[in-house]
Nanobody, 113 residues
Framework: QVQFVESGGGLVQPGGSLRLSCAASGSISRFYGMAWYRQAPGKQREFVASISSGGFTNYVDSVKGRFTISRDNYKNTVYLQMNSLKTEDTAVYYC???????WGQGTQVTVSS
């Protein structure tokens, strides 16, 4: 069993930046990959980004060039650097293993002027 705890969300103006962190209670090396998802009000949860154990990354088209996912296996932490934020990025952001077996509780990101 492993637990994920997200942090770093908050209120930011359009064009601003935030860095989300996902701290795991155990080793993340056990997973093939890690991922971030988000769920906006009234919408289904959607994939945002993933990173494999080998460092390969994948992004949903809407965040390419603005978001960067990274991982620190020594700290058992996954990050999501979000730049040039838009109002449509407003959502609760969740981290999970790539098999979607374990999920964090989510952190709210609100982009508003």
């Amino acid at each position: 069993q492993v637990q994920f705890v997200e942090s770093g969300g908050g209120l930011v103006q359009p064009g601003g930046s935030l860095r989300l962190s996902c701290a795991a209670s155990g080793s993340i090396s056990r997973f093939y990959g890690m991922a971030w998802y988000r769920q906006a009000p009234g919408k289904q949860r959607e994939f945002v980004a993933s990173i494999s154990s080998g460092g390969f990354t994948n992004y949903v088209d809407s965040v390419k060039g603005r978001f960067t996912i990274s991982r620190d296996n020594y700290k058992n932490t996954v990050y999501l650097q979000m730049n040039s934020l838009k109002t449509e990025d407003t959502a609760v952001y969740y981290c999970a293993d790539s098999g979607e077996r374990y999920w964090g509780q989510g952190t709210q990101v609100t982009v508003s002027s």
